[in-house]
């Protein structure tokens, strides 16, 4: 079974903070750091600014694309906010913000939903507690910063997690069943993000970064998949993956995991179009969810939330015996850590 869909990937790291918010990194030093990780593109969203755009400037930088965005950063219900659009003071209410970015054109995710905070740690909480919206593409689903904030229950815990920063991590269940659950009902959008600040603690000589930005950009990424490869000119290119995005024609990946491209998802039908990862099709009795790995990897066939199959192997075929929201879990390795998350085929 070969990938039928003809898509091009790209391996995107979103959510990423500069000097001109709460990060620690000059904005050319954060685009090297990503030049180094072997990273497509990248999407600087500083807290309420887009200063990014003057120094150095959206573009490619060798084979990396620089885009700018922002997270509009009330004290809680973050919102990230992609494309080229005037920014809202965060004072506004979520549902304003959710308004005012789909008016100007741009895409916009409800950041770290279930963040837990972490008392040890001293971080605060920033999950979403204005449920009562609505107009938003997605969810960040998968938050570095916030899982491992949910693995850190002790100062030696907290140790281990920055010497392994990528191992045994996954997403918040909660935002999962949420994710699941609002699907049911529309699209929507589970995208990964970095969180990356490469925060700086202490002074020398027991001084400490954070994750500083190249490990990040080595864990959980957003794999985007277009119909055509990325245009020169840079504002086509973040329309193509906007667009992309918007359709859900995305992974979310543990690069700490595995880096390898490849991973495909449709759902097939003797007498149908093909549906490719984040389409929606009316159900019919003959469809199959069929997917496409690199390397060997233990699938999980959810359906509605639940855990509906297992298989192993390169390729996963597996029957779609209702309608409803249905998505893959790949894991990989001896400890069989989650590696990707894809986003939903809907069955209406």
């Known amino acids: 079974m070969l990938d039928r869909l003809g898509l091009y990937e790209h391996r995107v790291v979103m959510h990423v903070h500069s000097r001109y918010s709460d990060g620690s ?20 969203t500083d ?20 885009l700018v965005g922002a997270e509009i950063t009330p004290p809680t219900n973050h919102y990230l906010a992609l494309g080229q659009i005037r920014l809202i003071a965060p004072t506004e209410s979520l549902q304003t913000v959710i308004d005012h970015v789909a008016a100007e054109g741009g895409l916009g995710f409800i950041a ?17 507690t204005d449920r009562g919206v609505d107009g938003f593409a997605g969810l960040e689903i998968w938050n570095h910063l916030s899982d491992w904030s949910r693995s850190v229950t002790s ?20 935002t999962l069943a949420l994710w699941d659950a609002l699907g049911q009902a529309r699209r929507v959008v589970g995208i990964g993000g970095a969180d990356a600040h490469a925060a700086v603690v202490g002074k020398w000589p027991l001084r400490l970064t954070i994750f500083p930005y190249r490990t990040s950009f080595k864990g959980i990424r957003t794999h985007v998949y277009t119909e055509n490869p990325l ?10 993956l906007m667009d992309a995005m ?4 995305v992974a979310v990946v543990n690069a700490g995991v595995g880096e390898e491209l490849g991973f495909r998802l449709w759902a097939e039908h003797p007498h149908e179009p093909l549906v490719a990862i984040g389409g929606e099709a009316c159900w019919n ?16 066939i959810w359906h509605d939330g639940q855990l509906t199959g297992r298989m192993e192997g390169t390729l996963c075929d597996w029957p779609v015996a209702a309608p409803g929201v249905w998505r893959v879990v790949l894991r990989r390795g001896r400890a069989d850590e989650v590696w990707i998350y894809s986003n939903p085929i809907y069955m209406r």
């Open 155 to 174: 100062i030696p815990a907290g140790l281990m997690a920055l010497r392994r920063p990528h191992r045994r991590l996954s997403a918040n269940p909660k």
């Open 285 to 300: 009795q003959g469809y199959r969810v069929k997917g496409l790995a690199p390397v060997p990897v233990r699938w999980e």
């Open 112 to 128: 770290h939903p279930d963040d837990p905070g972490n008392r040890t740690a001293r971080l605060p909480s920033y999950r979403w």
């Open 47 to 66: 807290h309420d600014t887009r200063r990014a755009l003057e120094v150095p400037g959206a573009g490619y930088y060798g084979h990396l694309l620089l």
């Open 25 to 44: 990194g000059e904005p050319q030093r954060i685009v090297e750091e990503a030049q180094r990780a072997g990273v497509d593109v990248l999407w600087l």
């Open 231 to 240: 245009p020169a000119n840079w504002l086509e290119a973040e329309t193509l």
């Open 246 to 249: 918007a359709r859900g024609r």
